[in-house]
T-cell receptor, first 114, second 111 residues
Framework: GAVVSQHPSWVICKSGTSVKIECRSL??????MFWYRQFPKQSLMLMAT?????????EQGVEKDKFLINHASLTLSTLTVTSAHPEDSSFYIC??????????FGQGTRLTVV | SQQGEEDPQALSIQEGENATMNCSYK?????LQWYRQNSGRGLVHLIL???NEREKHSGRLRVTLDTSKKSSSLLITASRAADTASYFC???????????WGAGTKLIIKP
């Protein structure tokens, strides 16, 4: 069964609005959550690492003020794309750090900004 | 479900030696990607090789792809202690986003 629940699975929003993506770890208390972005037929690119109760760590080139990450509990991390623009249209995927248990991914969120 | 499989599951070699990991898959693909994951860190993309390519290089990394055998290999030459990590392959089928992941190879480089 699914161990990571990501919501919504797809969203269309107008340029300038903000979109929140939720990622829930269903059977594992995830101290750390990884957020990735993927363009069509391209690789996953790590955007940021969120840590429960502390600030997220962003990869080089990722705007922290644009991609707000909140990891308020061990089972929930959220990514908010603020003031979205068409170039933010992408596939966003979360993955809790499960250590030796392996890599598990959310279903992904396809964001389209029009 | 995982349709890509890496082997070996674990590999331990001396620093300076070459490390080879293999990945097999089952479906037709658009591309195949290799990632590295250090303990406690996110996946880092290493190389993407497209289905019409046979070999690709990036620094000390060499990736081959044999679509007839549905397999790929990742070679790390002159390994370093910093190469210690888990390595995953992922296949990108014809759809735009979906990736199918292998279980990974845990590589340990002994100094």
């Amino acid at each position: 069964g699914a161990v990571v629940s990501q919501h919504p699975s797809w969203v269309i929003c107008k340029s300038g609005t903000s979109v929140k993506i939720e990622c829930r770890s269903l059977d594992f208390q995830a101290t750390t959550m990884f957020w990735y972005r993927q363009f069509p037929k391209q690789s996953l690119m790590l955007m940021a690492t969120s840590n429960e109760g502390s600030k997220a760590t962003y990869e080089q080139g990722v705007e922290k003020d644009k991609f707000l990450i909140n990891h308020a509990s061990l089972t929930l991390s959220t990514l908010t794309v603020t003031s979205a623009h068409p170039e933010d249209s992408s596939f966003y995927i979360c993955s809790p750090d499960r250590g030796q248990l392996g890599a598990f991914f959310g279903q992904g969120t396809r964001l389209t900004v029009v | 479900s995982q349709q890509g499989e890496e082997d070996p599951q674990a590999l331990s070699i001396q620093e300076g030696e070459n490390a080879t990991m293999n990945c097999s898959y089952k479906t037709s693909i658009n591309n195949l990607q290799w990632y590295r994951q250090n303990s406690g860190r996110g996946l880092v993309h290493l190389i993407l090789i497209r289905s019409n390519e046979r070999e690709k290089h990036s620094g000390r990394l060499r990736v081959t792809l044999d679509t007839s055998k549905k397999s790929s290999s990742l070679l790390i030459t002159a390994s370093r202690a910093a190469d210690t990590a888990s390595y995953f392959c992922a296949t990108g089928p014809d759809s735009n986003y979906q990736l199918i992941w292998g279980a990974g190879t845990k590589l340990i480089i002994k100094p």
